[in-house]
């Protein structure tokens, strides 16, 4: 099925997981099945989605490097004067257009008093209006771009063209009048007389030729078409300079590149954001169909047994351990490849963490993205069944099974977080923890977190490349005046990943510096901080 030309996207995987549900009858199936539906809904999506980040990366790469050339220079480019010269460029096309209409008209003219018919009458005054349109582009490019003068002499004689123009067409018109005005009258009235013998006998001296006023009329018109001529060729030339200069054409390029990734940006979000509608849909499906099961109400045998499932479970529960894998998905953990490879490792040692999961377990994967806090999901929760000495089947079979959910919740993710939020995760962590363990402290369960992340933390809060000059004591500083440092009382921290990738020596212990001073001072225990993911038996005995 080609789902990306399917309308109803939502509406067929929610109904995919209610008639699945309802054929196993077992949730664990149902979910499994949909799952690899799923799974080959988001590898149809991978091929938009990687050319969406070739084209990101190549029109970032453009933008960048018009930028540069731009503003980072000694004098940068003026954004106002960009804005004012687009605006009188527009204003230019509108005169020049007013221009081609009125030579066109004018040619048109003419070539209709020469008898030609009205079609070839409209090509020949198209291609005469073409011939000033190339000769003034020729000669602004060639001889007045340079010459101011030589551009106010064009003006002028234009403006002087146009104006003699005006004034002849004003005397052809005064003709008119005169000749109107000096139209014979009879002046006899009495009967018998001859007026047309007498007009012509006296003509009237004010009498005016009518080949004068056309001569003259023509003259006006022909200078007025010569100044229309003149001004269209000097706007087109002056229109076409304006619009090839470097500096003006590479802001209008910089301009377009930025919307060009707004809308692919806008692209991959909805293609992305489909993929968790599509998971919610589908698991919406399956619980409606699991709620129509469940109004069967099974025998009161069966709820004896459930109940004491559940009972032994809850007693079992005391000695239950918490565990929290945080996976760092910000772009920042790819700088200096592009194969992602670092991330990559992170979701294989997230994996066999998942296989070598303790008995009696409760576990978290989440992500650590621009809002970890309030704007993340949990990639996978589960839990292991507890276990006796050597019957470790179910224990196995969990681990499994987690490890499983782990590979196809996780398929389609990939390191494209704008910003990196590792306070945000360890908060989540800390109320999901919280939410599951009972408030006894003779109980009190193990708490373990595990984060792959190279703990460079990018918010607007604590932006850390930018605060690792002050040291780790003022970095610190900074996190408890901004409320940034967890309570982690009990806790096991392991950190795994954290690449010295594209840092000097210095940097990265700035770095480990303050993670250790900031455990310490939130009260949990460091157990680990590697560069490494290679994630090794001993090192999760120890954390026990």
Known sequence: MNYLSHKKVG??????????????????????????DIQSYQHSLQPDLTRLCSETAENKNRHSALHDHLYNRPEPVNDGKMLGRRRTIRILIFLAVLAALASVVGNLVTFLLLGLGIFLALISASGLTALPVVVGHLAYEWIMASTRWLQVGIAVA????????IVRLGQARNGMIDKVASAPEPTSYVDGTDTDNQLTQEPNPRDISESK??????????????????????????????????DYTAWRALNKLGELLIAIEEQVSILMASIEIVKKRCMAGILRAKNILNKRRPPYHKKA?????????????WGQSLEGMLIDTS?????GSTSNELFHEYLIATRKLLLTEPPNARVWVSSISTDSFGGGHEILKGWTPDARGVFTEDLNRARHQLAAAFEVNSSGMAPVASNTDIFGGLWRMKALFESSSEPDASHSPTKTIWIFSDMMNETKEFPMPELLDMGPER??????????VVPLNGYKVYVSGASPVGLT??????????????FLTAGGELASYSAECDIEHNIRHNAK
């Open 158 to 165: 234009a403006v002087a063209l146009c104006f003699l123009g």
């Open 305 to 317: 047994v459930i109940l004491a499932l559940s009972a032994l479970f809850a007693a079992r529960a």
């Open 213 to 246: 006023i056309r001569r003259t009329t023509g003259q006006g018109l022909l200078l007025i078409v010569v100044a229309v001529e003149l001004a269209l060729g000097f706007l087109v030339g002056r229109i076409v300079w304006m619009l090839s200069d470097e």
């Open 505 to 518: 020596p210095q940097t990265w212990l700035t770095i480990k510096s303050f993670w250790t001073m900031y």
């Open 11 to 36: 509406d067929y995987f929610e109904e995919l997981g209610h008639r699945t549900m309802l054929e196993c009858r077992e949730e664990t199936q149902a979910i499994a099945i949909c799952a690899l």
């Open 475 to 484: 970095m610190l500083e900074r996190a408890k005046a901004n409320g940034l």
């Open 331 to 335: 772009g920042s953990i790819s700088r």
